[in-house]
């Protein structure tokens, strides 16, 4: 079982930057693939970026890369989402999500977080 916390949302102007952490329970924590999707009004939930158990491995949405990281410090139990050059059609609700097995942009993962609000205005 693993638990999810996500932080760092807000309120940023356009071109701003923001670094949403994941904080995750349980000791398996290393063991887990990553990822972040998000949720804005009116659409589908979608995929954003994903990471490896190792962290060697990252995979992004095309409209965020280039511009968002994914990284995770297995020590701290934790994944991070580092967004810059943010656009008003980033506004959305950021969840991640963690899974023993699966790793990629379906959004099949075992685990999720509650989610941390972005707004980013024009």
């Known amino acids: 079982q693993v638990q999810l916390v996500e932080s760092g949302g807000g309120l940023v102007q356009a071109g701003g930057s923001l670094r949403l952490s994941c904080a995750a329970s349980g000791r398996t924590f290393n063991s887990y693939n990553m990822g972040w999707f998000r949720h804005a009004p009116g659409k589908e939930r979608e995929f954003v970026a994903a990471i490896t158990w190792s962290g060697a491995n990252t995979y992004y949405a095309t409209s965020v890369k280039g511009r968002f990281t994914v990284s995770r410090d297995n020590a701290k139990n934790t994944v991070y989402l580092q967004m810059n050059s943010l656009k008003p059609e980033d506004t959305a609700v950021y969840y991640c999500?963690?899974?023993?097995?699966?790793?990629?942009?379906?959004?099949?993962?075992?685990?999720w977080g509650q989610g941390t609000q972005v707004t980013v205005s024009s």
């Open positions: 999500a963690a899974d023993p097995l699966y790793w990629g942009p379906r959004d099949e993962h075992a685990y």
